[in-house]
Each structure stands twice: as structure tokens, then as C-alpha cells.
């Protein structure tokens, strides 16, 4: 069944000054997909998650499931799955009771089972979430993990059409919603269930989404595939927010992208950005260092300063301070120094000098284990820096 | 136990619902119910709850108001300022304001006693607090007639030695009124004393503060919210207390007569515009006072928050 | 705060005091009236109970404060629950209005009900309420109102509204969920309302002595009966029924207790779920 919003909003209540929880939000998610609405505390998605399970009442737009306008549907009459970050579990029932609790209520044009046919559809949920022989327990008695399992075993239980999941694995430790969330895309490709995960953790939408949507006070920003979210984002939040970005003021005209007095080549699909101040975006591990500018494969961008090196297990990381070109677009030193750190003439000192370190921008590296010390990159050196892969996103 | 206005258990609503994953959009109310609009059921309870409500105790308390003021203003403050009246009302205020203050002081030392110390029985005794709650307020004047009554023996013993007379007089109505309020400063303190952070008390006794100042300065000031209200219940109670009080003051006019006991004898008098003015000024007292304890009960639960 | 075994001086002054107090306020008068009722043995007071009466009046009472528990607890769980799960402009003002029948005489109370359906009153009802039992009926309504929705209304506040939300996300229409879900969590306030609502009908006096006109063996109830024994000066009478109402309050009273004790293990074991992380 697919999911279609268009124009979705919800006010707060302040009447002076009509902030929205939800601004004029459209999305559609496909039959079998995973989506993920991606976003900060308080950033609405939550809210919106519970408009389409009909908890919350939109104050404007449309909500289609399968075609169907559900938009004044109470919650009984949706046809949704829902499982909330705390599981929300019967506290009084049994796990079977629980997982049975949608079987046993009365629903109009459904023929209700008989109790043989429940026992034997929450045995198979059971399998399903790998806790079989649990019916008889009560939830006080489970582990967290345990407990979400069961709620999402008695949120598939009357087979509904659509999953909702309002950050599942928020209220778990760390350690196993690694496992958990692997369960979850095996049972969701199973039944090819219509899902929207709703979650902060841009590592948990990377692992499950299909789509991301993601979305900030209230608006939906972007909606795309994770890797094209994390490599061409268009949104500043986006590239921000998806992972650590390098970000450098930059000027697109019809060829090339301007860095102060450098040059690089303007990416692919960044037209409409011509003639427009942006932001150049690359990510840490699209970083080259060397020690000249012929030995950089990527794109030359400027000279930098090396303020750190540190080790972080499975990749080393470095920052360096760019030092050339300067942020006022001063591009520093004779040209024919340029790409010659070591050859730097005393007077561009005091170019340098002009600007605080503050100013200066830092460029996030990671680098492969072993190559600070292979590169001979160490504290203080100035380094050629160079991008593989970068994109341009707009001023806004 | 945070004691409502009758004593029955309130529980403190600011217990954090744990991890609720609506936590952001709860910091901001979102602007409509969470029922779907045209939703019937939800509208049909809702009007239940307004209509119940409107005709049990919206229609009584504006019928009262509106008698009160039916012959205008100066009919009005005509009937509350007969002779009988004026006594009436300043008998019932002074029993009040005495019984208050005892009440609260005894209260507030009750309460500190019961959270503070172990001691054989103290299980019993917290049960026992209630006790007069549930006891009918006119078997409370029974009882205290049985025991002061001129006829028996403490109560002429004690007219013996102080010439004062516990029957039929204010000291009666007194020891009624704190019978009757006893619980309420001790239910309204003890919850505040109980989640009453350790640290604050132990960092005050690092300090060498001794048992009373650490009272005084560190913990009296968290319960001061919970002690005004417990007092201002009591006081209310008090206005309101009949019973016990035509039990153990009898229905003598000029002399014991409190101004319930004053409505209800011109009542029974005919005297209806009598009797409305009274219940008018009594009806907006007891708003007031609610009114009061509720801003006071909201405050006092942010303080202790913080 | 921390408990201590008490240690000072100051500490056994302030037990002696506190309970001093207690003793002299609260517990003396009970023994008074125990002792003042068996004065003079079994015999007058087996008498007294003998009154025709006294048994009308106590069938009436129970009733009477039955059905009014009962009504009240019906509508005090729907107030609650409009209160607690519904948000709409106003709901504070009807918050407001629970609250007031404590503050309210129950003189006036009953007088109200004089003014609106007594004789030459506002309105005129087809069958008697004043002088007559709907009036009395209305009367103890009125009196316990509160106590319902009082012990009803926090325990919905802190109970999550998440397991409520999932019973309609899996079709549960409203009233199932409130059968199935709700009342298995509040089921212990309600009782403890109903409990504290039937204390005080029992022992209502004030606002049932001015609507029942105090009809003997037709609209006398219990506490009016003892208030008419008294000035009959039967005093055995008076004595005896004040005491059995008395005695009923106290076993009233260990039901709520063993009700309370049950709040708080519920209370602890709802904590212990959410500390298993």
C-alpha cells in the first residue's frame, strides 16, 4: 500500500505567533519501501508519524494510504502498525495477550478469528521476532530489546498495511539496536511491508532506509537515497547533518568553482548555481593531502597547516587549518610559490598573519590507518590539499 | 501523600512520563485534541462531563448567588448586617482563624515527626490520620459532647478551674473544627518532606547547622507552598464545618451560633433572604480559597522541580 | 528526607507532643463515646437498635449513599477522563468546579435545592425532590463529588497515553480500550473514590438535615435520626447509632488503607519496569 501526503501541517498553539509543527509537508512513500524521516529532536517528525496514524490531527492537508483519504479516519479505522519509542506494551497482559490484542477486537467487514487461528498467527509472530515460547510471560519480565520486539510482533499481528516506527530503538542500548535493526529490515523485506521509521540516528537511516526524508523545524528539506543524500546533498542542513562536512565559500560561474584565487572544476548537475555564491561540500575521507601539488590526483584546493593527527580505531583523523586561499579571497604568496608550501616567502606570513585562527577554516580529514605517518604528515607541516569527490549547495 | 481538599491522595502530576517520545511536541501544545474532529464519542463524554458538572454544582452555587443579590446590593448587605449575622459571621471567623493556626502548626510538627522518625507504631499511626475524614462530622459532635459535656467529669472539672465551659461555647466549636481538619495540614506537608532531596539536609548539617535551623532555613522554605495550602483548607473547611458544630454549640443565637448553623436556623426560620445573603459570602469565599490553594498547589510543585 | 531513630531529647519531646495531640483530639473522643454508649451495659443498647425507626433510617441511609457512591463513580471516571485525556478551552474552569463542593456548607448546598425545586422555587419538578428522596439523593451527590474524579484524575495524568494509543492504532474503539486497557491501571483509584465517596455519604448531615425535612420512619437518615434522638434526649439512641456509624467509618477507613498500600506496589513495580535498561 503506499502512502501519499500533500500539504501536511499542524500548528501549536501559540496563536500569536502561528509557529508550525509541521510545515506544508507532501511526500509519497512507495508499496514495500522502507522510509526514513530523518531529523532532530523536536523537528516535527514525530509529529507528522502519528497525523498518518491518525493520533494527531493534521490542521491542513491530505492524507492518502492506498488511495484512500484517511485524513479524518480515527486510528481504528487506518489500517496502521504502530510502535513507539517505549514499546507500550499491556503491562497487565501476557506477551500473547499482547500480540493477540489486535485479533480479538471486533472490526467492521473483518471476520474475527477463532482462538485457534490466533494461537496459531501469534506463535508465527513470535517465530517471526525470534522469541518463540514467550506467550506466557509478562512484560515486567523482558529486556528492553525484548519488549520492542513484542511490540512489533503485536503491531504486525492483523497484517495491517502500513508499519509506523516512532524511533524504535531510541530507548535500547547502543549495543543491541545494532541487531535489532537488522532484524527489522529482514522481517520488513519479508512481508514487503509499506514502512516509515521515524529516528534521529542518521547511522540507523543510513542501515535501513531505502529513501530518507529529511526534515528540520517542521519542513521536509530533502527526500532521496542515502547515498545521494550524503554525496550530493542540496540542503546545507542535509550535509551537515548526515555526516561531518567540510565546507568552503566558494563562487560558481559558467565553468569553474571559484575558491579564493584557486580554480576547480564545477561538478556535475550544479547549473543552476551558476553565477551564485555557494558552498563547496566535501566529505573528511574525500580529503588528499600531499606534499606537492603534482602528487594530488583530486582537485587542488589551497595549502593548509596540519593542527592534529589522532587515532580513532578503523581510520586516523586530522584537521588541518587551510591557509591558503585566505577567506578574504587573498590568494597568499608569490604564483610561483603556489603549490610549494615549503617554498612560502616570508611576507605572505603576514598576510597569513592578518587573519585570526578562527577565521581560518578547518578542514576535517580521515585518512586510512598508517597514512599521517606514510605521508610523513605530522603536527605544524603545511600540506597541499586536494578534494576527490565534492558538491556545491547554495548559500541560503 | 499530596492531600487534596477533602483528604483524599493526590499524586503529583509532574512525575515525568518516562521517555515519551512526544516529548518535544509536548513542550509546545499542539493546537487542537487529538481526536479526529468529527468525532462523536469523544464530544459525547465531553458534554456528559459539562453537563454533570454544570447542573450539580454551576447551577447550585449562581442559584445562591443570584437569590443573594435578587433585591439588590443593599438588600444584601441588609441581611448580612443584622445583629445575629455580624455575630454569627465573626464567631465563625475567629473559631476558624484560631483552629487554623493550631492546625497548622500542629500539622506541619505532625508531618515532620512522621517522616523524620521510626518509632514502634508509626505505621498505625500514619493510617490513623485519616480517621477523621471518615468519621461523620455530627458523631464527631457526639463525641465531643460525651467528653466535655458540662455533666461529665473532665468538662466540670475543667469549668472548675478555668470558670470556661467546653460546650456551648467557642472553645467547643475549636476542638470540633480541629477534629475535623486534622489530616489536612499533615497530608498537604508530608508529601513534600518525603521527596525532599537528602542532600539538601545533609549539605546544611556539613555546614553545623543544628536540627532547627536546618528546619528553618533549609527545609521550611520547600514546604511553605504545601503549608498555606494545607491552612487554607483547614480555614475553608472550617467556614463550612456544621455537623460537629450544632452537636457541640448548640443553636444558641448572639452566643454559639457559627454562620452555617446561622443559615441553616433561618431555614428552618422561613427566612430565606436571611439565609441566601450568608450563603452568598460563604459560596465566594469558598471560590476564592480555591482558586488560591490551586495557584498555590501549581506553584509549589515547580518549586519543587527545580 | 532521611528517617532516624529518634535520639534527643528534642526528638522524644516531639513524639510525645505529636502524639500527645493525636491522643487528646482525636482518640479521646472515641473512647468517650465507646464508653458513653456502654455506659450502662448491653441491654439499652440492643433497645435502641430495636426502633422500627432506626432501622428505616438506617436501610434508608445505606440506599441513599449507595446509589449516590454508585452514580458518582460513573460520572466522576467520565469527568476524569475528559479532564485528564481531552484538551479543549475552559477544561480548567471545570477543573475548578470539582473542587468546589469541599469548600461548599452542605447547609447551603441543600438550601440551593430548596430554592431551585422547593415550593415557590425556580422550578417546578413533576414528582417531589425536595422533602423527598431524589432531593436527598441529590444532596449526597453533591457532597461527594469531588472524590472521584480527585483520586481518578492524577492516576490517568501519569499514566501514559502510549498503550492507550496503540490499542487504536490496532482497532480498539474507545470504550474497549477503556475496558480492556485503562481500567486495569486505574481500577484501584476508582475503588479508593468509591470508598472515600461512600464515607462521606454516610456521614452527610448538613445539606440532607435542611432538604429532608426529617420525616421519622420517611426521610430520616441515620445522622438525622441520631440528631433528633439527641434532642428527643434518647441519649442511648443517639449514642448507639453514633457509634455503629463511627465503627462502619473505621472499617471504611482499613479498606482504604489496604487500598493505598496497593497504589504504591503498583506504583513501585511500573518504576521497576522502566529501570530494566
Known amino acids: 500500500m503506499s502512502i501519499q501526503l500533500n500539504n501536511v501541517n499542524k500548528r501549536y498553539s501559540t496563536a500569536s505567533n502561528a509557529r508550525y509543527a509541521v510545515q506544508d509537508v507532501s511526500l509519497e512513500v512507495a508499496t514495500g519501501e522502507l522510509f526514513v524521516l530523518l531529523g532532530a529532536s523536536g523537528s516535527g517528525k514525530s509529529t507528522l508519524l502519528r497525523m498518518i496514524a491518525g493520533l494527531i490531527q493534521p490542521d491542513g492537508g491530505r492524507i492518502t494510504l492506498g488511495g484512500r483519504d484517511v485524513t479524518h479516519l480515527p486510528p481504528q479505522a487506518r489500517d496502521t502498525g504502530f510502535v513507539f519509542q517505549n514499546y507500550s506494551l499491556f503491562q497487565h497482559m501476557t506477551v500473547a495477550q499482547n500480540i493477540a490484542f489486535g485479533l480479538t477486537v471486533r472490526k467492521r467487514g473483518v471476520a474475527p478469528m477463532n482462538r485457534a487461528e490466533r494461537e496459531a498467527r501469534v506463535a508465527q509472530l513470535l517465530r517471526l521476532v525470534e522469541l518463540d515460547g514467550y506467550d506466557e510471560r509478562m512484560p515486567y519480565q523482558l529486556s528492553g530489546g525484548q519488549q520492542q520486539r513484542i511490540a512489533l510482533a503485536r503491531a504486525l499481528a492483523p497484517n495491517p498495511a502500513v508499519l509506523l516506527l516512532d524511533e524504535p530503538f531510541g530507548a535500547l542500548d547502543v549495543k543491541i539496536r545494532g541487531g535489532l535493526r537488522a532484524r527489522l529490515r529482514a522481517i520488513q523485506q519479508e512481508l514487503n511491508m509499506t514502512t516509515i521509521l521515524v529516528t534521529h540516528d542518521q547511522e540507523e537511516a543510513f542501515e535501513l532506509a531505502d529513501r530518507i526524508g529529511v526534515i528540520d523545524q517542521g519542513e521536509l528539506l530533502e527526500v532521496g537515497q542515502p547515498t545521494q543524500l550524503y554525496r550530493r546533498p542540496t540542503q546545507r542542513f542535509t550535509a551537515t547533518f548526515l555526516g561531518i562536512a567540510n565546507l568552503l565559500p566558494a563562487h560558481r560561474n559558467s565553468r569553474a568553482v571559484h575558491i579564493g584565487g584557486q580554480q576547480i572544476a564545477a561538478p556535475a548537475g550544479t547549473e543552476a548555481l551558476e553565477g551564485q555564491n555557494v558552498d563547496l561540500m566535501f566529505r573528511p575521507e574525500e580529503v588528499e593531502l600531499a606534499h606537492s601539488v603534482a602528487d594530488l590526483r583530486g582537485q587542488y584546493v589551497g595549502v593548509g597547516v596540519v593542527e592534529s593527527v589522532s587515532f580513532a580505531g578503523a581510520m586516523e583523523r586530522a584537521t588541518i587549518r587551510l591557509i591558503d586561499p585566505l577567506p578574504d579571497g587573498v590568494a597568499v604568496g608569490h604564483p610561483a610559490s603556489m603549490g610549494h608550501p615549503s617554498a612560502m616567502i616570508a611576507t605572505e606570513t603576514a598576510d597569513i598573519a592578518r587573519h585570526s585562527t578562527a577565521e581560518l577554516p578547518l578542514i576535517q580529514v580521515v585518512l586510512m590507518p598508517g597514512a599521517a605517518r606514510a605521508l610523513e604528515i605530522a603536527r605544524g607541516q603545511r600540506v597541499c590539499v586536494g578534494v576527490r569527490d565534492y558538491t556545491l549547495l547554495a548559500k541560503s | ?306 | 528526607m532521611r528517617e532516624l531513630r529518634p535520639r534527643s531529647a528534642g526528638a522524644f519531646l516531639l513524639i510525645a507532643l505529636v502524639l500527645g495531640y493525636a491522643f487528646v483530639l482525636v482518640l479521646a473522643p472515641i473512647g468517650a463515646i465507646i464508653g458513653g454508649t456502654l455506659e450502662r451495659g448491653f441491654a439499652p443498647v440492643l433497645d435502641a437498635l430495636d426502633d422500627p425507626n432506626l432501622s428505616h433510617a438506617l436501610q434508608l441511609t445505606f440506599i441513599l449513599s449507595i446509589s449516590a457512591t454508585t452514580l458518582n463513580v460513573v460520572f466522576g471516571v467520565i469527568v476524569s477522563w475528559v479532564l485528564e485525556r481531552q484538551r479543549f478551552m475552559g477544561r480548567r474552569l471545570l477543573n475548578l468546579l470539582v473542587d468546589l463542593p469541599f469548600v461548599f456548607s452542605p447547609v447551603i448546598a441543600g438550601f440551593t435545592l430548596i430554592v431551585l425545586f422547593g415550593r415557590g422555587g425556580w422550578i417546578d419538578p413533576p414528582f417531589a425532590i425536595v422533602f423527598a428522596l431524589p432531593g436527598m439523593l441529590l444532596a449526597k451527590m453533591f457532597v461527594c463529588l469531588p472524590f472521584v474524579p480527585r483520586e481518578v484524575s492524577p492516576v490517568l495524568a501519569t499514566l501514559s497515553p502510549e498503550p492507550e494509543q496503540a490499542a487504536y492504532t490496532l482497532g480498539a474503539s474507545r470504550w474497549t480500550t477503556f475496558r480492556r486497557i485503562v481500567l486495569p491501571s486505574i481500577w484501584v483509584g476508582v475503588v479508593y473514590g468509591a470508598v472515600l465517596t461512600l464515607a462521606r455519604a454516610l456521614g452527610e448531615f448538613g445539606a440532607v438535615a435542611v432538604v429532608s425535612g426529617g420525616l421519622e420512619g420517611i426521610t430520616e437518615t441515620a445522622t438525622i435520626y441520631i440528631y433528633r434522638a439527641l434532642s428527643d434526649r434518647n441519649r442511648v439512641g443517639a449514642y448507639t447509632v453514633s457509634l455503629l456509624l463511627g465503627g462502619i467509618a473505621v472499617l471504611l477507613l482499613v479498606v482504604m488503607t489496604w487500598l493505598q498500600a496497593r497504589m504504591n506496589v503498583n506504583r513501585e513495580r511500573r518504576a521497576y519496569v522502566h529501570s530494566i535498561e
Open chain 2, 1 to 306: 501523600m499530596e492531600r487534596g481538599l477533602g483528604g483524599e491522595v493526590k499524586r503529583s502530576k509532574t512525575q515525568v512520563r518516562k521517555g515519551s517520545s512526544v516529548n518535544a511536541t509536548q513542550r509546545l501544545e499542539l493546537a487542537s485534541d487529538s481526536a479526529p474532529r468529527l468525532d462523536l464519542g469523544a464530544w459525547g463524554l465531553r458534554l456528559t462531563a459539562i453537563i454533570y458538572l454544570g447542573a450539580m454544582i454551576g447551577i447550585p452555587t449562581a442559584v445562591v448567588l443570584i437569590k443573594g443579590f435578587e433585591g439588590g446590593v443593599a438588600a444584601f448587605f441588609d441581611s448580612l448586617l443584622t445583629p445575629m449575622a455580624l455575630s454569627a459571621i465573626r464567631l465563625t471567623l475567629t473559631t476558624a482563624l484560631i483552629m487554623t493556626v493550631i492546625n497548622t502548626v500542629m500539622g506541619v510538627l505532625t508531618a515532620y515527626m512522621l517522616v523524620r522518625y521510626t518509632f514502634p507504631g508509626k505505621a498505625l499511626f500514619n493510617a490513623f490520620i485519616d480517621l477523621p475524614i471518615a468519621i461523620p462530622t455530627l458523631v464527631t459532635g457526639v463525641m465531643l459532647v460525651l467528653l466535655y459535656g458540662p455533666q461529665t467529669a473532665l468538662g466540670s472539672f475543667i469549668e472548675a478551674q478555668t470558670g470556661q465551659r467546653i460546650i456551648f461555647e467557642p472553645p467547643g466549636i475549636v476542638l470540633a473544627l480541629l477534629f475535623v481538619s486534622y489530616p489536612f495540614v499533615i497530608r498537604a506537608v508530608q508529601p513534600v518532606l518525603l521527596n525532599l532531596s537528602i542532600n539538601q539536609e545533609e549539605a546544611a548539617q556539613t555546614l553545623s547547622a543544628s536540627e532547627w535551623t536546618t528546619f528553618w532555613r533549609v527545609i521550611f522554605p520547600v514546604i511553605r507552598p504545601a503549608v498555606i495550602s494545607g491552612a487554607l483548607l483547614s480555614f475553608a473547611r472550617a467556614l463550612g464545618e456544621f455537623g460537629s458544630i450544632i452537636i457541640v454549640a448548640g443553636n444558641v443565637p448572639m452566643r454559639s451560633q457559627t454562620a452555617t448553623v446561622y443559615v441553616y436556623s433561618q431555614i428552618e426560620a422561613g427566612d430565606i433572604a436571611a439565609a441566601t445573603g450568608i450563603s452568598a459570602v460563604l459560596i465566594l469565599v469558598a471560590f476564592t480559597i480555591t482558586t488560591l490553594v490551586e495557584i498555590l498547589q501549581v506553584r509549589g510543585r515547580s518549586h519543587a522541580r527545580t
